[in-house]
């Protein structure tokens, strides 16, 4: 579906020049991305991802490709990007911004059970104790800023229930924003958008995390929570499932403890985790760019997260192990 820029062997053979990665030998286009042109690629030296990216510059990939070197070279399964012969990893190719990645074994896991739920707690916590000595930092750019930037653009849109709903939870999330537990949450670089299409497994055995794209500096809980909110619910309705929800938790907090702070903040996360999805659906919904060759994510599911969210208990941050 997704290939906007084309690359023939012929092109890649002589691009692929600048990288220790042997001859190209073959090319071959991947369908299912949304936001820009990947390729599986196969040199003598192995099979790795290219990627030329649609709408992110040269300015902004730094810090996702190195983020990613980063964790790959600390032990987290992510995509290792390829640096060239000057040590970047980021060329242009057709005169976009493109880059290669290692290639990951495996398929996405669309249908978790408790023992995928925590291999991905586990290495969730991997990465953000791996991240802490990351010396760049980007702010979360779906963060609390682009809530108030965006809500103003999807309320026309909306019916008078709606808007409160939006309104009240943006206003509720600025107050506990400015709290001293809020404050006092442990943060680095985080994944932001570790839905189930965006983590591999081979069988039962997670092989890596990938898009990194969403990636920016928040509260770690916050990165559970959109993690949660994704692998660990019935699907149809929202609903957290207990059982995935404890493996998730208990395999991340074995790596790295949560604080009393973050059991505090756990509610209010799963409520900021389904506000940001809810709103970037909306905004997508009613603002399609003109690029966009899919159909929109159903907003209405992350509505319905958020109510659920906000009107029933959670289960606890911890438990006992
Ligand atoms: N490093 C990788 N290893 C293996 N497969 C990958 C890798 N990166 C991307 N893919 C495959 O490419 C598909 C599209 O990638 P994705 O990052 O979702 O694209 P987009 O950013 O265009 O939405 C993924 O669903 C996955 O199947
Ligand atoms: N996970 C988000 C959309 C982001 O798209 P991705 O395919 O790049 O992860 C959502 O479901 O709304």
């Known amino acids: 579906m997704a290939v906007f820029t084309s690359v ?6 002589s691009w692929i020049k600048q990288f220790p990665l042997g001859k190209a030998l ?6 299912s991305g949304i936001e820009n042109s990947n390729f599986f690629i ?28 980063h964790l790959a070279d600390r032990g987290v399964l992510v995509p290792a990007p390829v640096a060239n012969i000057d040590g970047e990893l980021v060329t242009a190719l057709h005169g976009k911004p493109a880059s290669i990645v290692s290639k990951l074994e495996g398929a ?10 925590a291999a991905v707690g586990a290495m969730l916590a991997l990465m953000h104790l791996a991240g802490k000595d990351f010396p760049l930092y980007q702010e979360n750019l779906r963060s609390l800023n682009w ?3 965006t809500t103003p653009k999807v309320l026309p849109f909306l019916s008078d229930e709606l808007r409160h709903l939006l309104c009240a ?14 404050r006092a949450l442990p943060r680095g670089p985080v994944h932001a958008d570790l839905f189930r299409n965006n983590v591999m497994f081979d069988g039962e055995k997670l092989t890596g995390f990938f898009d990194f794209y969403f990636a920016g500096c928040d509260a770690w809980i916050f990165d559970v929570a959109v993690t949660v909110n994704d692998w660990c619910i019935d699907t149809a309705t929202g609903e957290l499932d207990v059982a995935r929800v404890r493996a998730l938790l208990n395999a991340y907090h074995l790596v790295r403890p949560f604080t009393p702070e973050e ?7 799963l409520r900021a985790a389904a506000l940001r999805f809810w709103l970037s659906r909306l905004y997508d919904y009613y603002q399609p760019r003109d690029a966009e060759m899919l159909t929109p ?22 438990s006992d192990l």
């Open 297 to 318: 994510h159903d907003p209405a599911h992350f509505e319905r997260i958020l109510r659920l969210r906000e009107s029933l208990p959670v289960p606890p941050l911890t």
């Open 147 to 149: 809530w108030h930037e």
């Open 169 to 182: 939870e943006v206003h509720y999330q600025d107050a506990f924003d400015s709290t001293p537990i809020y």
């Open 263 to 269: 059991s505090v903040a756990w509610k209010p996360m």
């Open 108 to 117: 996405s896991q669309m249908h978790p059970e408790p023992v995928h739920c």
């Open 8 to 13: 023939t062997l012929d092109d890649l053979s």
């Open 42 to 69: 196969t040199t003598e030296t192995g099979e790795y991802v290219l990627t030329i990216f649609e709408n992110l510059t040269f300015e902004q990939l730094p810090f996702y490709l190195k983020l990613m070197r």
């Open 26 to 31: 073959a090319i071959k286009g991947i369908a």
